[in-house]
């Protein structure tokens, strides 16, 4: 069965510091893993793809990295904001599927 | 370019009444997914829309829930005799084409239903 484990569930950081979400995965065969954000009372986002042939990926403070051997990819977010506080929802899909496999997501608190 | 909208944003309904709710993909998005997310979980997937095709139903939690999207289009999703664990935010999201094949789910800002 595929599945999409997010950790941590939670975090709490204060504004200015750095953070990395973590995503491990049993999605078979891969074909790409999306970040997206969520805030509250809104609709995901994405953020970066990352597909089997890339390890990294920027999108302003946000990197993405996908290490697909061992089947775990990561989103560091350089000097958090206020605005970064949100749900990271980290999303697989697998050839030959059109039901992409949603991770519970890590919901982020930046404080001043 | 409009984005992805649903209607209403907040539904209040009686424990056993029907509701309708209602999602506007991006024009020309051929694909459309409708999702459920309860306080503090993750999306579960409910129906899959892929052009003229027949639906993939296979998340719907019962038969109480169904869906329809018209021309290729406007999608409707109703739940009858509505309990109490239906309560929770529907979300709606379309692509251009499947993401296997990369493309993006746009989602639309959801409707929160609360079964009294």
């Known amino acids: 069965k595929n599945q999409v484990e997010q950790s941590p569930q939670s975090l709490i950081i204060l504004e200015g510091k750095n953070c990395t979400l973590q995503?491990?995965?049993?999605?078979?065969?891969?074909?790409?893993l999306r970040w997206y954000k969520q805030d509250t009372g809104r609709g995901p986002v994405s953020l970066t793809i990352?597909?089997?042939?890339?390890n990294t990926k920027s999108n302003g403070r946000y990197t993405a990295t996908l290490d697909a051997d061992t089947k775990q990819s990561s989103l560091h977010i350089t000097a958090s904001q206020l605005s970064d506080s949100a749900s990271y929802i980290c999303?697989?899909?697998?050839?030959?599927?059109?039901?992409?496999?949603f991770g519970r997501g890590t919901s982020l608190i930046v404080h001043p | 370019g409009a984005g992805v909208s649903q209607s209403p944003s907040n539904k209040v309904t009686e424990k056993g009444k029907d509701v309708e709710l209602r999602c506007d993909p991006i024009?020309?998005?051929?694909?459309l997914y409708w999702y459920r997310q309860s306080l503090g979980q993750g999306l579960e997937f409910l129906i899959y829309f892929q052009g003229n095709s027949a639906p993939d139903k296979s998340g719907l939690p019962s038969d109480r829930f169904s869906a329809e999207r018209t021309g290729g289009s406007v999608s409707t999703l109703t739940i009858q005799r509505t309990q109490q664990e239906d309560s929770a935010v529907y979300l709606c999201?379309?692509?251009?084409?499947?993401?296997?094949?990369?493309?993006?789910?746009?989602f639309g800002p959801g409707t929160r239903l609360t079964v009294l």
């Open positions: 990352m597909t089997f042939s890339e």
């Open positions: 999303v697989v899909s697998a050839g030959g599927s059109y039901i992409p496999t």
């Open positions: 995503c491990n995965y049993t999605v078979s065969p891969f074909s790409n």
């Open positions: 024009s020309g998005h051929t694909a």
């Open positions: 999201a379309s692509s251009l084409t499947p993401p296997s094949g990369g493309a993006a789910q746009f």
